[in-house]
């Protein structure tokens, strides 16, 4: 009676966090969370310039910091001369699809690798879709990437429990048949997010300790060297890649943020720390003869380690602990199958973690659908899409506008001087949030301060709350604010205040 209850519940807050995630697809808030307006941009550059990565020390000053399979993916799927809309609805859209697909190969792994039966998998699964973050909603990589590593995890795990029993049979032939597949979707991974490529150590470890040295060296040399092709393929295709996908991550690690991102997000990272001490409690308790136990650990801890260290990084935030959250239930699930009735627990420890999750309300971490603000945020859009037709419509050949409201820029595109100054010069940069410190400063702005002592720039645009004319001493360059439009400044240099 209780598992029916339970079963039940799961279907309800599965279906009620669908419709959210649908309507969240067409809502007018320009980002869902992660700075999903600089993805956005992304898509952008590939459609006009048919890159993704440039120079990023000379207009329109973008790097983008991150493998490209996902910009590519949604770049096919939407035409340049379509709304900037269109690119929000579309990557939102995939992301969902992506979830959607992760969640059923949970369910599939539980079902066929752990035994579990049918209905409780798919409720657990289910359930599980409560655990992805507002960055797995909005318009970035990070779904994708999780799709790719549970896929090769999956893999992992089938090979490797089929061949548990029997370590010395198979021949390394046969090994690096069922190791391609595995090598392939990390590769994948790899070449949707950087950090896709801690799989390359966790797995070939955990076939180490399963099944022997001779086969983790192989699939950990498969591994290395799939990515390393890609690499090397994608260095030959656009040769400022370096710069952007590697040198654009030299942001810095810093024990404060770590600290700040924790006592932001300590009521999340409280329950998954939690359940953490748990697992780690069962571990130590629950099968004590297991000889797989040692498995489930190599394989498991790693990617909290890994994760905590990753969260170092400026600007980070603990959407990298989703693989080690996503495959801590899995160990969890085939931790408790001797304990049935421990099933029940984890289902309403889940339930409970659905309902504490979005009791919160929208923040960095999750998102719920503003529905009564819908209207509200349909009509800035609108303003803002008039603004930046009107300012293309004042410009030259080649004249761009420099903005500092990153969702007024996705209508600004191509006609923008600067697109991803909150992922260079954060600080600041946002009235509405301001960040206590910044990364290093890896790029020189030396053009944007020749160009703006030029007046070259025939508009920079701010907000009323912006203190972008303060920090950038416009009046030193001779810029003055000479009209308000749709409720936004307009700085002009002198020379040109009769343009």
């Known amino acids: 009676m209780i598992r029916r209850i339970l079963l039940s519940l799961a279907l309800v807050f599965f279906a009620i966090q669908l419709a959210n995630r649908i309507f969240l697809i067409i809502e007018p808030s320009p980002d869902l969370g992660g700075v999903e307006t600089t993805f956005v941009h992304g898509v952008q550059s590939i459609q006009h310039h048919g890159t993704l990565y440039k120079n990023p020390e000379k207009p329109p000053y973008e790097f983008f910091q991150y493998h490209p399979l996902y910009f590519y993916t949604v770049a096919l799927l939407v035409d340049k001369e379509d709304d900037p809309v269109l690119i929000y609805r579309v990557g939102r859209s995939l992301n969902l699809l992506f979830n959607l697909l992760t969640i059923a190969l949970l369910a599939l792994f539980m079902r066929h690798q752990l035994s579990i039966e049918k209905y409780l998998s798919w409720a657990i699964a289910l359930l599980a879709f409560s655990l992805f973050w507002s960055h797995n909603i909005a318009v970035r990589p990070d779904s994708l990437k999780t799709l790719w590593l549970v896929a090769s995890a999956s893999l992992l795990w089938k090979y490797l429990l089929v061949n548990y029993d029997s370590k010395n049979e198979q021949r390394i032939v046969n090994s690096i048949t069922s190791f391609f597949p595995i090598a392939l979707c990390s590769t994948l991974a790899f070449a949707t997010k950087q950090d896709g490529i801690l799989a390359m150590g966790i797995f070939p470890l955990t076939i180490w300790v399963a099944l022997g040295f001779s086969r983790a060296f192989v699939l950990g040399l498969m591994m290395l060297l799939s990515n390393l092709l890609f690499v090397l393929l994608l260095s030959s295709i656009s040769p400022l890649y370096w710069t952007n ?255």
Request: charged share 20%; with cysteine.
């Open 245 to 499: 996908a590697w040198l654009g991550l030299n942001q810095g690690l810093s024990l404060p943020w770590l600290r700040y991102m924790a006592s932001f997000h300590h009521l999340d990272l409280l329950l998954y720390g939690g359940w953490l001490v748990a697992w780690v409690i069962g571990f130590v308790r629950l099968r004590t003869n297991d000889t797989r136990k040692k498995i489930w650990l190599t394989f498991t801890i790693p990617w909290w380690v890994l994760g905590v260290w990753m969260m170092l990084k400026w600007g980070s935030t603990p959407v990298y602990l989703m693989e080690a959250i996503l495959f801590m239930l899995l160990s969890t699930a085939w931790l408790i199958q001797d304990c049935p009735r421990l099933y029940n627990v984890l289902l309403l420890s889940m339930v409970l973690f659905s309902v504490f999750w979005y009791s919160q309300g929208n923040s960095m971490s999750h998102r719920f659908a503003q529905i009564d603000r819908y209207d509200h945020l349909q009509e800035e859009a609108l303003r803002k899409r008039k603004l930046a037709d009107y300012l293309k419509n004042q410009l030259h050949d080649k004249e761009s506008v420099l903005s500092f409201d990153k969702a007024l820029n996705v209508y600004l595109y191509p006609n923008l001087y600067w697109s991803t100054y909150e992922a260079e010069y954060p600080n600041g940069m946002d009235c509405e949030f301001q960040f206590p410190f910044g990364p290093r400063k890896i790029f020189s702005l030396d053009s944007l301060h020749t160009d703006l002592a030029q007046g070259k720039l025939p508009y920079v645009i701010s907000r009323p709350c912006s203190r972008i004319g303060t920090m950038l001493d416009l009046e030193q360059y001779d810029y003055h604010c000479t009209d308000t439009l749709y409720g936004y400044f307009l700085y002009t240099p002198y020379s040109k205040v009769t343009r």
